[in-house]
């Protein structure tokens, strides 16, 4: 066995949560280790937010191009080169993965390869439990004793009992960014955040999409208005949609010409023929290989419970990002990661306010939210007041020609508190933040209506939106 090293923090696994928080414990001056036995940046850099973006840019820009006449382009013969597409993405992911090792670097992280687990409490340190990194060359483990553990292994995608996924006519979503070339058709299983971010990609790009949702509508956790909008929205593109409709994975069949499959809906069983199959239903965490049997650390269903400062049953090691489930979003990780080192740190920490962490999806058009749905701001017994307003109302949107959707505003009659902010329409991930700001800030509906919004913008939905919570727009 190799000599172990003392350090002051090891964290498990390079994701957002990882490499933001081995980067602050750096900063601090902690001496840290940061083991990865992939490629730093995780999931988000290699699998997710980052290449999928890339390509969903492409499918909006060829989709815009083959109906640029409206804007008195006139194009002939536009072509999708899908090896291209994914040059594109290839390239953007690999200038961000250098700049992520750059940033390690320069900070003084150590980053060590390899699989990391936890062997339990040190023979040095009896509270701090020793990691061992298995190394892909097979050559001896490296050893290391930390004063503390961050696990911020992530997650997987999540497959259905019997479902032999096998990544070519039956796909994940890692297995759908790297496609050579498009299918004529797809069934997308899980209509949530990724099954509806590619639904909508792939139609773009002219594929025939059929998604298959379990929940009586898709995108089940956002406000209802979102979802019956989005269904009407791709719909009206011919993406079909199957709602309360169970995927009987049993019954999925691989054969030369696709993928055949039945499913259950409203007690009849129904079924379907396909090109290729994606499945988005959910994420598992990373937890079942890293040693967590040699320490007192809970989990519930796979997830690593933690507290509010991020720690796990074992105090000094930490957990953050997908794997300890609630929203799995990269931007929650990297402030879980903060959070958690902060608190190493002996600083003052505030637990994260999930009322304040805006969530995006990349379909078109765009869906920005934070805080509560109004089903939700009910059933929590709110007195609430609530206004939309369409993008259709401001110039901004009709010049650039995406004029559907709306803002969404839930507040609190009694106290005037913003409670929710729900957004379809272009560019909603990036108007989301105003609210964001807005949350922070506790501003009610009427300061944001007193923000100057300049015009034409999209912006000036919020100011519309605002004033028609207390009383009635001016566009209207
Ligand atoms: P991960 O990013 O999962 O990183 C964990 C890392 O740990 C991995 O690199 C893994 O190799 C490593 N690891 C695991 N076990 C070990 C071990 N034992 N030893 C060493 N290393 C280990 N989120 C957004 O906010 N916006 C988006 O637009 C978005 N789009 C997405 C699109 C797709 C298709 C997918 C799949 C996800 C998307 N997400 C998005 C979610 C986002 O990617 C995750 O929330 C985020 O990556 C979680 O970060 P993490 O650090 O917790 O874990």
New binding site residues.
């Given amino acids: 066995e190799a000599m172990a090293e003392n350090v002051d923090l090891v964290v ?7 490499y933001v928080a081995a980067i602050r414990a750096a900063q601090a001056g902690l001496k840290t280790v940061l ?5 730093a940046g ?3 850099l290699h ?3 980052i290449p ?2 890339s390509m969903l840019r492409s499918a909006e820009l060829y989709q815009q191009m083959k109906n640029s006449e409206d804007y008195g382009i006139l194009t002939s013969d536009v072509q999708l080169e899908m090896a291209s597409v994914q040059q594109r993405k290839n390239r953007i992911v690999t200038q961000l993965f250098n700049g992520v090792q750059q940033l390690l670097e320069k900070n003084g992280v150590t980053v060590v390869e ?4 936890i062997l339990g409490p040190s023979i040095f340190s009896p509270q701090a439990g020793t990691i061992s990194v298995e190394k892909a060359d097979g050559s001896e483990n490296d050893m290391f004793v930390p004063q503390h553990v961050i696990i ?4 997987r995608p999540r497959s259905l009992p019997g479902l032999n996924v096998d990544g070519k006519a039956v796909m994940f ?1 890692d297995h759908a960014l790297e496609m050579k070339s498009l299918p004529k058709s797809i069934v997308i299983i899980g209509g949530g955040v ?1 099954g509806i ?1 590619w639904a909508s990609m792939l139609n773009d790009f002219g594929v025939d999409v059929t998604v298959v949702e379990f929940a009586d509508r898709i995108l089940p956790f956002e406000d209802a208005d979102v979802s019956k909008e989005m269904t009407r929205l791709l719909q009206k593109r011919d993406v079909k949609i199957l709602t309360g409709a169970k995927l009987l994975s049993e019954t999925v069949q691989v054969e030369e010409a696709g993928v055949r499959l039945q499913l259950e809906q409203e007690g009849e069983i129904r079924s379907l023929e396909s090109e290729r199959m994606l499945v988005s239903v959910g ?1 598992q965490p ?1 937890t079942e ?2 040693g967590l049997h040699n320490t007192s650390i809970q989990v519930e269903k796979g997830f690593i419970q933690v507290n509010a400062k991020m720690q796990t049953a074992e105090s000094h090691i930490y957990a ?4 300890i489930g609630g929203y ?6 990297s402030h879980e990661g903060i959070l958690a080192v902060d608190h190493i740190l002996g600083r003052a920490v505030h637990p994260l306010d999930p009322t304040i962490v805006p969530r ?1 999806t ?1 379909s078109r058009p765009e869906i920005g939210s934070i805080g509560l749905s109004e089903a939700e701001a009910v059933e929590k017994g709110y007195n609430i007041k609530t206004a939309r307003f369409p993008f259709r109302g401001v110039g901004k949107s009709l010049v650039s020609g995406e004029a559907d959707g709306f803002i969404k505003v839930v507040a609190d009659q009694d106290h005037d508190d913003l409670l929710g902010v729900h957004i379809i329409g272009p560019h909603a991930t990036e108007l989301i933040s105003e609210a964001g700001l807005a949350k922070v800030l506790d501003a009610t509906p009427w300061e944001i209506s007193q923000a100057i919004h300049p015009h034409p913008t999209l912006s000036e939905v919020y100011g519309e939106v605002a004033l028609a919570v207390d009383g009635k727009p001016i566009h209207s």
Avoid: F, W
């Fill in positions: 498990l696994g390079a994701g957002p949560g990882g083991v990865e036995k992939a490629k995780g999931v988000c699998k997710g937010c999928s973006k390899g699989t990391g687990r911020a292994t992530g997650s979503s990724i971010e994420r990373n290989d890293i953050i990002g997908d794997v799995q979003l990269a931007h929650v990780a995006c990349y």
